[in-house]
């Protein structure tokens, strides 16, 4: 079992700033990448950002130059820093990390989802 634990969301005006951090804990041999979705009410889910155990990293067009992805392997968390946000950022964000267990399965879990708002 994998366990994911985000925090960092919250009621912010357009213009701030917000930072989201995802901690993984449990049955964990190694994390291949870790990012960060999001979705509004009435759309699809997207892709916001994502980073790779050697730190490539990519982004959805729409955030680009505003949020960065970033990973802490020691402690196998994920954050992404949330800057110059948008009304349009407006939705529920979800951590998503993919590895594999110690008995060499490949897992891939999603966070309980974390409520960002974007609103005068």
């Known amino acids: 079992q994998v366990q994911l634990v985000e925090s960092g969301g919250g009621l912010v005006q357009p213009g701030g700033s917000l930072r989201l951090s995802c901690a993984a804990s449990g049955s964990i041999f190694s994390i291949y990448a870790m990012g960060w979705y999001r979705q509004a009410p009435g759309k699809q889910r997207e892709l916001v950002a994502r980073i790779t155990s050697g730190g490539s990293t990519k982004y959805a067009d729409s955030v680009k130059g505003r949020f960065t992805i970033s990973r802490d392997n020691a402690k196998n968390t994920v954050y992404l820093q949330m800057d110059s946000l948008k009304p349009e950022d407006t939705a529920v964000y979800y951590c998503?990390?993919?590895?594999?267990?110690?008995?060499?399965?490949?897992?891939?879990?999603w966070g309980q989802g974390t409520q960002v708002t974007v609103s005068s």
């Open positions: 998503n990390v993919d590895g594999s267990h110690l008995d060499g399965r490949d897992f891939g879990s």
